[in-house]
């Protein structure tokens, strides 16, 4: 399965709406979960299994989707979420998106 | 606390041989099966296989099938990726995670390789 995320490269203000997408070249069923990795350091796993956030992750992070799209919401952008996202399915093997790269305004 | 500490950075010429190790701590091993992870400068990240702890089976994706290999040493909660007749193209960080249901949920930090002559 292939995944392809858009856009690349997102540039938002503090306490924006923020969405992230996802589209699967075949049905994920699901098996989606969404990283984030700031510049120099390791990936942090925020969601899996497409909408059950993991444990310290804040609220304003959710994600959604079913079938082969899926979304990584930020309900109010923070400076600490400059990063680049990527999600990653598990249902046929294991596939990363090609991320995507997120900047303030 | 869950650590996932990786050995240090690699400078290797071509047709060298490297291993990266990935000490756990803070869980027990054998619950979990560990990831590797490759992501080349600039690039995104490439899920390169995972480890089976409990039997140490390990499964290759495609394009690290032949010249990688992944192995524990269980006694000390301790995986190791082995890369031989290093390429150019094998310059990258490399990530160990631990996973379970296949969701990699924590990570090392990452361990850097050089290949140059």
């Known amino acids: 399965i292939q995944l392809t995320q858009s856009p690349s490269l997102l540039s938002a203000s503090v306490g924006d709406r923020v969405t992230l997408s996802c589209k699967g070249s075949?049905?994920?069923?699901?098996?989606l979960a969404w990283y984030q990795q700031k510049l120099g350091e390791a990936p942090k796993l925020l969601i899996f299994?497409?909408?059950i956030l993991q444990t310290g992750i804040p609220p304003r992070f959710s994600g959604s989707g079913s079938g082969t799209d899926y979304t990584l919401t930020i309900s109010s952008l923070q400076p600490d979420d400059v990063a680049t996202y990527f999600c990653y399915q598990y249902n046929n093997g294991w596939t990363f998106g090609g991320g995507t790269k997120l900047e303030l305004k | 606390q869950i650590q996932l500490v990786q050995s240090g950075p690699e400078l290797k010429k071509p047709g060298e041989s490297v291993k990266i190790s990935c000490k756990a701590s803070?869980?027990?091993?054998?619950?979990?099966?560990m990831y590797w992870v490759k992501q080349a400068p600039g690039q995104g990240l490439q899920y390169m296989g995972w480890?089976?702890?409990?039997?140490?089976?390990?499964t290759y994706a495609d394009d690290f099938k032949g010249r990688f290999v992944f192995f524990l040493e269980t006694s000390a909660s301790t995986a190791y990726l082995q890369i031989n007749n290093l390429k150019n193209e094998d310059m990258a960080t490399y990530f160990c995670a631990r996973a379970y249901r296949y969701v990699m949920d924590a990570w090392g930090q990452g361990a850097s390789v050089t290949v140059s002559s």
């Open positions: 299994n497409t909408n």
């Open positions: 803070g869980y027990t091993f054998t619950n979990y099966g």
């Open positions: 480890i089976n702890t409990e039997t140490g089976k390990p």
């Open positions: 075949q049905n994920i069923n699901n098996y």
